[in-house]
């Protein structure tokens, strides 16, 4: 099999396994261990891609198989207390390892994030997914779960960990898909991976409490979070290198975003229009809160808008140069202190060659132009540049 073509196979096997498994008697040893095979070769399968693909950062693929085969540790564990003790306890030494286990993938994807070149704006959006994720994990997983009367107080802190973490982790995928330079197919199933786990694990939070899971209908979330997870691993995208960084001038907000980060900034007030939020103390807390911190960064994004805009007025959009605009501020000033120095440099016989060879070339020339003139002259106290930066000018 070809090397593009495992990462699907790998899906087809998984989608089947998960059929057999719920095929087999839910209560039956059989079923389990078709789960249990399939999260083993998930995190060997991770090990396996790191061999095929050969990335040039292997550390945070070995931290992924090492969160797999943590949490298939705990189903093993699991199944010790269901078929030797005969128990079914929660939470119980399992929990350890399934908690445990989103140590690695959180360490993973850290490095992921910081492989990623997101700039300032990127951070900023990421910053408001979050407040707005967590924000709404609050009010309708965490903060109920947490005050449930009916469960030990062990059992509210296990079940709420789960979706907290789960959190996290899409946390920081946010921040990595944030620049859309770093989305590729294999970050994509990740963040697939990630929300699986993240579903499975508030409707276990939440069923677990106050409708008594059977531990055995959200199961097909948890196999399919396996198989996500090691097909991210084993696609060929997995070993891309970071993509350079792009000018300013080509980044831009896409309306699919614009409206998640309006989405974001009206969710704490309108919050408060739900009766049991409202009357509430600490979830009024919580909301006012997150309010605030949303309108802050928000005034951080549009000072960033306005930063980007004027840079953007000033400089030239080959080249990135200062342009005329900019030279003349700056010699304004420097007339204003009391002594101005110019110095005029020129391209010879320019017009001719964009004539003859043609406009690209043309444009190629005046950027490695003006990589050299920036080398020499520096970028301070003002970057140098000229009226006509543009193979467009004659």
Same mark, same amino acid.
């Given at each position: 099999?070809?090397?593009?073509?495992?990462?699907?196979?790998?899906?087809?096997?998984?989608?089947?396994?998960?059929?057999?498994?719920?095929?087999?008697?839910?209560?039956?040893?059989?079923?389990? %261990? !078709?789960?249990?095979?399939?999260?083993?070769?998930?995190?060997?399968?991770?090990?396996?891609?790191?061999?095929?693909?050969?990335?040039?950062?292997?550390?945070?693929?070995?931290?992924?198989?090492?969160?797999?085969?943590?949490?298939?540790?705990?189903?093993?564990?699991?199944?010790?207390?269901?078929?030797?003790?005969?128990?079914?306890?929660?939470?119980?030494?399992?929990?350890?390892?399934?908690?445990?286990?989103?140590?690695?993938?959180?360490?993973?994807?850290?490095?992921?994030?910081?492989?990623?070149?997101?700039?300032?704006?990127?951070?900023?959006?990421?910053?408001?997914?979050?407040?707005?994720?967590?924000?709404?994990?609050?009010?309708?997983?965490?903060?109920?779960?947490?005050?449930?009367?009916?469960?030990?107080?062990?059992?509210?802190?296990?079940?709420?960990?789960?979706?907290?973490?789960?959190?996290?982790?899409?946390?920081?995928?946010?921040?990595?898909?944030?620049?859309?330079?770093?989305?590729?197919?294999?970050?994509?199933?990740?963040?697939?991976?990630?929300?699986?786990?993240?579903?499975?694990?508030?409707?276990?939070?939440?069923?677990?409490?106050?409708?008594?899971?059977?531990?055995?209908? %959200?199961?097909?979330?948890?196999?399919?979070?396996?198989?996500?997870?090691?097909?991210?691993?084993?696609?060929?995208?997995?070993?891309?290198?970071?993509?350079?960084?792009?000018?300013?001038?080509?980044?831009?907000?896409?309306?699919?975003?614009?409206?998640?980060?309006?989405?974001?900034?009206?969710?704490?007030?309108?919050?408060?229009?739900?009766?049991?939020?409202?009357?509430?103390?600490?979830?009024?807390?919580?909301?006012?809160?997150?309010? !605030?911190?949303?309108?802050?960064?928000?005034?951080?994004?549009?000072?960033?808008?306005?930063?980007?805009?004027?840079?953007?007025?000033?400089?030239?959009?080959?080249?990135?140069?200062?342009?005329?605009?900019?030279?003349?501020?700056?010699?304004?000033?420097?007339?204003?202190?009391?002594?101005?120095?110019?110095?005029?440099?020129?391209?010879?016989?320019?017009?001719?060659?964009?004539?003859?060879?043609?406009?690209?070339?043309?444009?190629?020339?005046?950027?490695?132009?003006?990589?050299?003139?920036?080398?020499?002259?520096?970028?301070?106290?003002?970057?140098?540049?000229?009226?006509?930066?543009?193979?467009?000018?004659?």
């Amino acid at each position: 099999m070809r090397k593009a073509g495992w990462w699907g196979g790998w899906i087809a096997v998984g989608l089947l396994a998960t059929v057999i498994h719920y095929l087999l008697p839910g209560d039956g040893l059989r079923s389990d %261990l !078709v789960y249990d095979a399939t999260g083993l070769a998930a995190g060997l399968l991770i090990l396996v891609a790191v061999r095929l693909h050969r990335p040039a950062r292997p550390a945070m693929w070995y931290l992924f198989a090492a969160g797999q085969i943590l949490s298939v540790t705990g189903d093993f564990t699991w199944e010790y207390y269901e078929y030797v003790r005969h128990e079914e306890p929660y939470p119980s030494f399992a929990d350890v390892f399934y908690v445990a286990s989103y140590l690695p993938l959180i360490a993973g994807l850290f490095l992921l994030v910081r492989r990623g070149r997101g700039n300032g704006g990127s951070l900023l959006d990421a910053a408001m997914v979050a407040t707005g994720l967590g924000l709404a994990m609050w009010v309708f997983v965490l903060h109920p779960v947490a005050a449930g009367e009916s469960a030990s107080t062990l059992e509210r802190v296990i079940s709420t960990a789960y979706p907290a973490l789960d959190a996290l982790l899409l946390t920081m995928l946010a921040g990595l898909f944030a620049d859309p330079a770093s989305r590729t197919p294999s970050t994509r199933l990740l963040g697939l991976a990630a929300m699986l786990l993240l579903v499975s694990d508030v409707a276990f939070s939440v069923a677990s409490l106050y409708w008594g899971y059977d531990g055995h209908l %959200l199961d097909g979330g948890w196999m399919m979070a396996y198989v996500v997870w090691a097909a991210a691993a084993l696609h060929p995208s997995m070993s891309a290198a970071a993509a350079p960084e792009r000018p300013e001038s080509a980044n831009r907000v896409s309306p699919r975003r614009l409206a998640v980060l309006g989405g974001c900034s009206v969710l704490a007030p309108s919050l408060l229009f739900l009766p049991r939020i409202g009357a509430d103390r600490l979830d009024r807390a919580v909301v006012a809160a997150a309010a !605030v911190l949303l309108f802050l960064l928000g005034l951080a994004r549009m000072a960033g808008f306005v930063s980007k805009i004027r840079r953007l007025a000033m400089q030239d959009d080959l080249t990135g140069l200062s342009n005329r605009r900019h030279f003349a501020e700056t010699l304004g000033a420097a007339l204003a202190a009391g002594r101005a120095e110019v110095v005029l440099l020129g391209l010879s016989n320019f017009k001719a060659l964009n004539d003859e060879v043609g406009q690209v070339i043309g444009d190629r020339l005046l950027v490695l132009f003006a990589g050299r003139l920036r080398a020499a002259v520096g970028e301070e106290p003002w970057s140098p540049g000229s009226a006509g930066t543009s193979s467009r000018c004659c």
